[in-house]
């Protein structure tokens, strides 16, 4: 057992000396990141607190995309879509170091199917007869799709191809096919680092603006909230003007620990897995492969980062359990990976890693689940005496917008202007981005001369412009990792001091993704153990039991068991 007593962190002693903010946010997932810097840059006087790490939680198990929602049409979700499409536009222009253009191709097997069954699932938002979409529905729904592109000007618009032009094009698809449709949305390769870079320029604005993690709101006392480090058991009571709960899928528990009794919350569930298989990331062309089931749902085939993902499901959960990736689901996504490239073999070692969270969705109540609306709303209520904002819906794609129309909401309350607009405005490592070839060689050999143009490149990827001051940063002598050498010693301690790292976790998956590529082994955890600890002031017996629990939480909720595992280069 580590002989470390538990260390009050500055942040949580900074709160404990001053518990008192203009806003309260609870939940540090994407929404509530971006919602805090939409306010801090405001001047607001403005405190989050996230219960995990930050974005940890349904934001951390998305499918790494940012879209317009094709689908959404179907559900008469015009509005949604709008804004979808022009926030994803603007993100390929502020956030370019992680939001990247993703050309998606839609394989189709008939020309009628789904013709007769749309209406009516769009009349009343019940599933109906499964049946998958045919061309002529396919080719409506993406030209009405283009029309809310228009004067974005950020992606081209849908091609249509035949069979054999088709197999030409990618001929490992399913030679069934009848047509395919190509059309252009956004990947987003690494969420956690953008939702970090979004959490940066909110503390960047100011003291004014703070953040911790590992502290959960448990009561209230008195008016204010009671939260609790979930490191030291310490207990602090926060007070403030408005409290903003965006703890996603968590909304009602977050209001039932307050003592307000809410039933806003419906979420489903998505699971991914990870693949390392070469023939399939090949077969793919660096493309995503997206289209619908034979039971009618959406899923996707999705080169990244060296490996293929693929998912997802839609199932109803219960927010107050763990969910984990079934092995039910796992034989779903190898039927749906056959019937697209049926001649390519996927297996279960091949799995590198697996996933599964919580969609925020509102209750459903009897709707079926892919037709729950993937819109938001903002519910008003009281906390003794302060108004209580919370957040039910929203999505990955639209963080922005969301954040500026619950600002907004909140800076009324306040009797406050705003001062600062968030449209257009680049993100972290997206501001200057060298968004050219040209531009990029620059960068690199303006930046390279202590670690060399190649490493340059790799940290700008990483980073964005940030890795500037990353590189000023690293030593003379800066040691690439043993068992993972894309990443260096320097680089890792700076992460650890620099990012509120907490617990080894936080930096195998947040921070870096590494737990993601299926780069972790014993071996590596020991190194980044022995790094972390050395910042963080660890003795053996908390570095043990970091490893410990970092092993245990990736074989129980990832399914990566580290035994017996050769070393697999991130």
């Known amino acids: 057992m580590s002989t470390l007593s538990p260390i009050t962190r500055p942040a949580v002693a900074d709160l404990a000396a001053h518990p008192r903010a203009s806003v309260l946010i609870i939940g540090g997932g994407i929404n509530g990141v971006a919602t805090f810097r939409d306010l801090a840059l405001q001047g607001v006087d403005v ?23 094709i689908r959404y049409l179907e559900n008469g979700e015009f509005r949604l879509v709008k804004e979808s499409v022009t926030e994803r536009n603007m993100l390929l222009r502020t956030a370019p170091h992680y939001v990247k253009p993703l050309l998606t191709t839609v394989p189709i097997f008939s020309t009628f199917s789904g013709i007769l069954s749309a209406p009516l699932r769009f009349l009343t938002h019940k599933q109906g007869k499964p049946s998958e979409r045919g061309a002529l529905l396919i080719k409506v729904g993406l030209t009405i799709y283009d029309t809310f592109s228009r004067g974005g000007g950020a992606v081209p618009r849908h091609r249509f191809r035949g069979r054999a032009a088709s197999l030409r094009d990618l001929p490992r698809l399913n030679p069934d096919l009848a047509y395919t449709a190509s059309y252009y949305d956004a990947s987003m390769h690494d969420p956690e680092r953008l939702a970090l870079d ?61 003592g307000r009794e809410t039933a806003y919350m419906g979420g489903t569930k998505g699971s991914h897995i990870v693949l390392d298989n070469p023939e399939l990331l090949a077969a793919t062309a660096g493309r995503e492969i997206f289209f619908e089931h034979s039971d009618g749902r959406i899923v996707l085939v999705y080169p990244l980062k060296g490996r293929v993902m693929v998912g997802t499901t839609d199932i109803d959960a219960d927010p107050s359990q763990p969910v984990v990736c079934t092995e039910e689901e796992v034989d779903y996504f190898f039927d749906l990976v056959k019937h697209v ?230």
């Not at 959490?199 to 960047?204: A, K, S």
């Not at 680049?426 to 001369?449: C, Q």
């Not at 894309?486 to 195998?508: C, N």
């Not at 050395?534 to 990566?560: F, N, P, Q």
């Open 47 to 69: 405190v989050l607190v996230e219960r995990g790490d930050f974005v940890s939680g349904a934001s951390s198990a998305s499918s790494h995309m940012v879209h317009g929602g």
């Open 198 to 258: 979004v959490l940066r320029d909110g503390l960047d604005a100011g003291p004014h603006a703070r953040a911790v993690n590992y502290v959960e709101a448990i009561g209230t006392d008195d008016g204010g909230v009671v939260v609790r480090d979930r490191e030291t058991g310490e207990r602090i009571v926060l007070r403030a003007d408005v409290v903003v709960n965006t703890t996603g899928p968590w909304t009602d528990l977050t209001n039932r620990a307050l």
């Open 341 to 570: 490239f049926p001649d390519i073999t996927v297996t279960r070692d091949q799995i590198v890693y697996r996933f599964a969270g919580i969609r925020p969705l509102p209750r459903h109540d009897d709707t079926q689940p892919g037709f729950v609306s993937r819109d938001y709303r903002i519910e008003r209520g009281e906390l003794g005496g302060a108004p209580l904002l919370s957040l039910v819906g929203g999505k990955w794609t639209t963080f922005r917008a969301l954040a500026e129309h619950l600002s907004n909401d909140v800076l009324g309350i306040l009797g406050r202007e705003r001062r600062v607009s968030t449209a257009g405005l680049p993100i972290g490592g997206g501001r200057d981005y060298p968004s050219t070839e040209a531009a990029r060689r620059v960068w690199t050999v303006a930046n390279g001369d202590e670690v060399g143009t190649v490493r340059a490149g790799q940290l700008l990827e990483r980073y964005g412009t940030r890795a500037a001051a990353i590189i000023d940063s690293l030593g003379e002598h800066d040691v690439p990792l043993e068992n993972a050498p894309d990443y260096t010693r320097d680089e890792i301690a700076r992460l650890v001091a620099d990012e509120q790292v907490v617990h080894l976790l936080d930096l195998v998956m947040r921070r870096t993704s590494l737990a993601f590529v299926g780069a972790v082994d014993e071996p590596l955890l020991r190194e980044l153990a022995e790094i972390a600890g050395t910042v963080l002031g660890w003795d053996a017996g908390r570095r043990e039991a970091e490893i410990s629990a970092t092993a245990a939480e990736l074989r129980d909720a990832h399914g990566v068991d580290l035994h017996g595992r050769e070393h697999v280069a991130g």
